[in-house]
């Protein structure tokens, strides 16, 4: 069925109070975007901001009364915000659409270096005898399509990990460490902050035909403090700072590591945090995103 949506565009300290009126006035869901194309890269832990200035979208059945919901809208914010004027209020019609399937339809198998593909479940993968990743991320960031990931993929084809160990530190849905164990490697520690992840990263493993004893995930707090061969990380440069000695400590003395989740902006400060333990190779960049890669003294 149709959808109605009422946009209006806010200011962040008024966020959560349009929100409710719009949840009173009987929406089905709320959003917020940014207006005025404002990235928010890299919040703070525990931290939900929003863009100074933001627009928040109520969806509504198309049969809502509009002018009733206007009306409301209009009365609650006189009561809350009497001093500062109604801000407009955009309504349209959004048009009937299987928005799952659509995105489905648009995820194509893609390429990693010269062996690795990582291809849709729902998809046949286009060259059989290649490796092939069959991946579907479910609630879990990882698909491959963004430049982070993309670079520690293409990172992963290129190194030998035959019979090593990996762990996969923000593993998401599983697909650096998945992908590592169809390269060759014996045994993954998956670790994440987030249980749909380690939920994602398990489905994935079964969908790949992979023994359930290859990969164990784990959440942060009960990870073991294993050494491994390799140690993949495409977090974000906040977390990859604060956690460094964690981080670090997973690798053992020879051992490889792939930072990714970074802006080449961000370059210096990881390289100087991390070339206490590492010798660490160029910089690898791509679309404004880069990858640190390094060997453990």
């Keep these: ?3 109605l949506q009422i946009k209006i565009e806010i200011t962040p300290e008024k966020s959560e109070q349009y929100e ?12 917020f975007e940014d207006t005025k194309d404002q990235p928010i890269f890299e919040p ?7 863009w100074s200035h933001t627009t928040i979208t109520g969806l509504f059945d198309a049969s809502h009364d509009l002018q009733q919901t206007n009306s409301f809208i209009e009365q ?4 809350l915000f009497a001093d500062s004027p109604l801000p407009a209020i955009k309504a349209e019609i959004l048009e009937d659409k299987d928005w799952e399937r659509a995105w489905m339809e648009n995820y194509h198998p893609m390429q990693f270096g010269n062996r690795l593909w990582v291809c849709p479940s729902w998809r046949e993968a286009p060259e059989p005898d290649a490796v092939n990743l069959m991946l579907d991320p479910g609630l879990a960031f990882g698909t491959g399509t963004h430049p982070t990931t993309a670079l520690c993929l293409n990172w992963l ?11 996969d530190f923000g593993c998401g849905s599983g697909i650096l460490g998945i992908a590592a164990l ?8 998956a670790i994440d902050i987030d249980a749909q992840a380690l939920l994602a990263t398990r489905d994935n493993l079964q969908r790949n035909k992979l023994a359930e004893s290859r990969l164990d995930a784990w959440l942060p707090e009960n990870a073991p403090a294993i050494e491994a061969d390799y140690v993949v990380a495409n977090i974000l440069a906040g977390p990859l700072t604060e956690l460094a000695p964690t981080i670090a400590g997973h690798v053992k003395a020879g051992g490889r590591l ?11 400060n990881i390289v100087d945090t991390y070339s206490q333990w590492f010798e660490l190779d160029p910089v690898v960049e791509k679309d ?3 990858r640190v890669t390094g060997t453990k003294r």
């Design 1 to 3: 069925m149709p959808w």
């Design 20 to 31: 409710d009126i719009l949840l009173a006035a009987g929406c089905a869901a709320v959003t």
């Design 44 to 50: 703070e832990l525990g931290t939900t901001p929003l």
């Design 76 to 79: 609650a914010h006189q009561q």
């Design 157 to 167: 084809d290129g190194e030998p990990l035959d019979g090593k160990q990996i762990v």
């Design 182 to 189: 169809l390269l060759g490697a014996e045994h993954v520690t």
């Design 258 to 268: 792939a930072l990714s989740g970074l802006l080449s902006n961000q370059a210096q």
């Design 288 to 290: 404004d995103w880069i």
